[in-house]
């Protein structure tokens, strides 16, 4: 079985061998020939912060990675079932006077929205920020939880 990997480019007549133009390594080639056109979005254009949900004790919870964001730029609000979250990341005041040759990190505003559901109870979501990660909980409703049922003999 041969496989192929797609890309924009002709294969090279010098080469005269049309798979060798696709091999797998090709991707690599091209991952360090262009390592320095690759930058994050600049400032002023939109950056999504990674978030992971899970569940723990019955309750959903958001982690939203802001490094290096500060606490009181960051806005959180619910509306209806819609939770967003708004923020500004500022670039790092000491790297003025420096010539900056890459920059990888993201900055500007960001803003994540979320439509919950039914479930959660909207009066008991809590936010806590730490290092950098603001962990959202969000309580289910007490009727939704599992409950233990006894089982009576007859």
């Known amino acids: ?5 797609a890309t924009n480019r002709k294969p090279e007549s010098s080469q005269g061998n049309y798979l060798a133009a696709y091999s797998p390594f090709r991707l690599f080639e091209d991952f ?7 930058t994050a979005p600049t400032q002023g254009e939109s950056w999504k912060p990674p978030v992971d949900i899970l569940e723990k004790d019955g309750n959903l919870v958001l982690l939203v990675e802001l490094p290096g964001v500060d606490e009181k730029n960051v806005d959180l609000k619910l509306e209806g079932t819609v939770l967003t979250i708004r923020g500004d990341r500022k670039q790092n005041p000491e790297s003025e006077g420096y010539n ?5 990190s ?4 960001f ?3 979320f439509t919950l559901p039914e479930s959660v109870d909207p009066n008991g979501i809590s936010a806590q920020y730490k290092n950098g990660i ?5 309580p289910q ?14």
Do not use: H
Request: aromatic share 10%; no cysteine.
């Open 141 to 154: 409703k007490p009727e939704v939880k599992p409950r233990s049922i006894k089982v009576n003999a007859a």
């Open 106 to 109: 993201s900055y500007g505003p």
């Open 1 to 5: 079985m041969q496989v192929r990997i």
């Open 134 to 138: 603001l962990a959202i909980t969000l």
């Open 100 to 104: 900056l040759y890459q920059v990888e």
């Open 32 to 38: 360090y020939r262009d390592w320095a056109s690759r």
């Open 111 to 113: 803003s994540r929205s």
